[in-house]
């Protein structure tokens, strides 16, 4: 096998085992459970780090939710729904909990330092949904 997509591979295990909560990494997503979307639109001198957001941010996130965080998931923007349009969103976070109020007791002591790290890897303001989750 080539070097190169050996070396792909193990970054890519790597990559996601690291955004993995260490306490429920096979936690399946059930009905009932919320899911706090995280969404970074696109626009005119929008920038985005993926690589700070994978590495750094996301995995702070873990740590600080701890067993209240159930699954975490990160998709990085690539095409618009045709090929002249461009990307709606240069990134989505998904942060699954049993309930909102795991959620939001998980949340609040760690939001100032949350929102505080924003600037680190983007200018973009996300917009944020919690849903519940139904399939």
Do not use: C, W
């Not at 690589?51 to 941010?57: I, Q």
């Not at 965080?69 to 998709?75: A, P, V």
């Not at 976070?93 to 998980?106: C, P």
């Amino acid at each position: 096998m080539n070097i190169k997509i050996i070396l792909t591979t193990l970054v890519t295990i790597i990559l996601f085992t690291s955004f993995q909560p260490k306490t429920s990494t096979n936690t399946e997503i059930k009905k009932g459970m919320v899911k706090v979307t995280i969404l970074y639109p696109n626009g005119d001198g929008k920038t985005f780090d993926m690589d700070y957001y994978t590495n750094t941010h996301m995995p702070m996130l873990a740590n600080l939710f701890g067993d209240a965080l159930k699954q975490l998931n990160i998709d990085k923007g690539i095409a618009g729904r045709t090929p002249d349009e461009p990307v709606p969103y240069l990134a989505i976070g998904y942060l699954y909990f049993d309930s909102l109020s795991a959620y939001q007791e998980a949340f609040a002591p760690n939001a100032e330092k949350i929102v505080g790290d924003i600037p680190n890897y983007t200018n973009i303001q996300p917009v944020v949904q919690i849903s519940e989750v139904i399939k």
